[in-house]
T-cell receptor, first 116, second 115 residues
């Protein structure tokens, strides 16, 4: 089946620094990718929708200046957490739906971010 | 607006028991997709099933079965003869029919299977 690779799997960073997370669709083109955040023992909450070649659409309450999303190609979207703080510590998961073919979304393996 | 409700926060059963996870959804769309995902402790989401709103047939896959009732807006998931490896968080989810649409997740049900 289709594969979405997310990197890194886990990262620890110091408060105030920025962290970039990559999401790649390895064997299909995805014009749209989605970024989710999951706090411990909670559900996946959609943060933003990333469209290739255009600005991302952010969900209500998500700071677009803090969570920078770049979808530079049909196979790559990046999420940068700027000036990270301990409250940004969470599990971040991306998903991509193929431009053609099956309509289920394929999820990356997730990135566990810890800000110390 | 779309919404998915999983009223069961946690379920614990003894191995080999059958268990049903409930899912109720809300949508104004006439066409939509329903999903179930499994999330083991590793965190990765494992796709289990996708059902479109046109197809109300129940589905069985090994020990797993799904009951889609459009009249009650429910999409319940049953595990027969549960095993310890089934322990995970299970999410029911919903999206509209567009290929670019986002998936809305329920709050999840944490399933623990005791040996």
């Amino acid at each position: 089946g289709a594969v979405v690779s997310q990197h890194p799997s886990w990262v620890i960073c110091k408060s105030g620094t920025s962290v970039k997370i990559e999401c790649r669709s390895l064997d299909f083109q995805a014009t749209t990718m989605f970024w989710y955040r999951q706090f411990p023992k909670q559900s996946l909450m959609l943060m933003a929708t990333s469209k290739e070649g255009s600005k991302a659409t952010y969900e209500q309450g998500v700071e677009k200046d803090k969570f920078l999303i770049n979808h530079a190609s049909l196979t790559l979207s990046t999420l940068t957490v700027t000036s990270a703080h301990p409250e940004d510590s969470s599990f971040y998961i991306c998903s991509a739906r193929p431009r053609q073919g099956p309509t289920e979304a394929f999820f990356g393996q997730g990135t566990r971010l810890t800000v110390v | 607006a779309q919404k998915v409700t999983q009223a069961q926060t946690e379920i614990s059963v003894v191995e080999k028991e059958d268990v049903t996870l409930d899912c109720v959804y809300e949508t104004r769309d006439t066409t939509y997709y329903l999903f179930w995902y499994k999330q083991p402790p590793s965190g990765e989401l494992v796709f289990l099933i996708r059902r479109n709103s046109f197809d109300e047939q129940n589905e069985i896959s090994g020990r797993y079965s799904w009951n889609f009732q459009k009249s009650t807006s429910s999409f319940n998931f049953t595990i027969t003869a549960s095993q310890v490896v089934d322990s995970a968080v299970y999410f029911c989810a919903l999206s509209d029919y567009s290929s670019a649409s986002k998936i809305i997740f329920g709050s999840g049900t944490r399933l623990s299977i005791r040996p």
